[in-house]
């Protein structure tokens, strides 16, 4: 059974930062893209940042950019999500998601990720 667990959420003040993690098993993702994605309450789930399986490629959402870290770490067959200058507005239960291939097109879409983590939460106070 492919499992995808997410980690390191919680509450800070505007500002401040948080360290993601994607924990996978069941199966091995170093040779997938894998991604982040969020959703803010009332809002619609949006893509915040993906990666490639070699980890040399990285793409963000304009929202994170400068901000947000995504990398990861094949031997682990984990990825984190990095985050610094926090705002309320990033505020939202963030996901992590996995594609079965290396595809690195259409990388917003979350129906192109075919495993997905429960979600943390992350609360930015001001």
């Known amino acids: 059974q492919v499992m995808v667990v997410e980690s390191g959420g919680g509450l800070v003040q505007a500002g401040g930062s948080l360290r993601l993690s994607c924990a996978a098993s069941g199966r091995t993702f170093s040779r997938s893209v894998m991604g982040w994605f969020r959703q803010a309450p009332g809002k619609e789930r949006e893509f915040v940042a993906a990666i490639s399986w070699t980890g040399s490629s990285t793409y963000y959402a304009d929202s994170v950019k400068g901000r947000f870290t995504i990398s990861r770490d094949n031997a682990k067959n984990t990825e984190y999500l990095q985050m610094i200058s926090l705002k309320p507005e990033d505020t939202a239960v963030y996901y992590c998601?996995?594609?079965?291939?290396?595809?690195?097109?259409?990388?917003?879409?979350?129906?192109?990720?075919?495993?997905w983590g429960q979600g943390t939460q992350v609360t930015v106070s001001s």
């Open positions: 998601a996995a594609r079965d291939g290396s595809s690195w097109s259409s990388l917003v879409a979350g129906s192109t990720y075919n495993y």
